[in-house]
T-cell receptor, first 117, second 112 residues
Framework: NAGVTQTPKFRILKIGQSMTLQCTQD?????MYWYRQDPGMGLKLIYY???????DKGEVPNGYNVSRSTTEDFPLRLELAAPSQTSVYFC????????????????FGDGTRLSIL | GEDVEQSLFLSVREGDSSVINCTYT??????LYWYKQEPGAGLQLLTY?????DMKQDQRLTVLLNKKDKHLSLRIADTQTGDSAIYFC????????????FGSGTQLTVLP
């Protein structure tokens, strides 16, 4: 009963390095999301996807890229890490595909805590 | 766009009731959610309410919605130390795949 799995749980990067945050879900959910959570703030949407091969920008996409080659996986890439990207990153998924799924909640992973030094 | 606001902190005594409040701006919000986040963990859905409802009760949890004032509250009866966590209000607009707009979260501390 894995749900949404994020790896790694923690990471420290140097400025300018790149990395990929992994997210996979085993619930066959169409919709997947990446959020960042800064201290004392709510979650801000970075990117989302409504199905394999389809991605779209959220509120704060700058400095990030995503891909969705399979239903299960939705990796988030940081190409040139900056201190402003120090945050906790959450991946989420939900059933989707029409208004009848509108009330379906998002299921969250446990997060990746990323520090850029 | 949507704006969702919550107070940052709430402290209560064990056994008392907790009331966490949330206000939002978009009157077309259709589903309103409460999530709980424990330290070092992701967000866990507690409950949600559809915009055509005024109240929803689920064991110790009661959600009240005042659509006129765009005000949502979560009441936790008989609050326990295990209820200490951050509680997020989130709202959704109909037909939006981008879905949820989150409040900043309320840190609930339960004192023995």
């Amino acid at each position: 009963n894995a749900g949404v799995t994020q790896t790694p749980k923690f990471r420290i990067l140097k400025i300018g390095q790149s990395m990929t945050l992994q997210c996979t879900q085993d619930m066959n959910h169409n919709y997947m999301y990446w959020y960042r959570q800064d201290p004392g703030m709510g979650l801000k949407l970075i990117y989302y996807s409504v199905g394999a091969g389809i991605t779209d920008k959220g509120e704060v996409p700058n400095g990030y890229n995503v891909s969705r080659s399979t239903t299960e996986d939705f990796p988030l890439r940081l190409e040139l890490a900056a201190p402003s990207q120090t945050s906790v990153y959450f991946c989420a998924s939900r059933e989707g595909g029409g208004e009848r799924y509108s009330n379906q909640p998002q299921h969250f992973g446990d997060g990746t805590r990323l520090s850029i030094l | 766009g949507e704006d969702v606001e919550q107070s940052l902190f709430l402290s209560v005594r064990e056994g008392d009731s907790s009331v966490i409040n949330c206000t939002y701006t978009d009157s077309s919000s259709t589903y309103l959610y409460w999530y709980k986040q424990e330290p070092g963990a992701g967000l866990q859905l507690l409950t949600y309410i559809f915009s055509n409802m005024d109240m929803k009760q689920d064991q110790r949890l009661t959600v009240l919605l005042n659509k006129k004032d765009k005000h949502l509250s979560l009441r936790i009866a008989d609050t326990q130390t295990g209820d200490s966590a951050i509680y997020f209000c989130a709202v959704k607009r109909s037909g939006s795949a981008r879905q949820l707009t989150f409040g900043s979260g309320t840190q609930l501390t339960v004192l023995p």
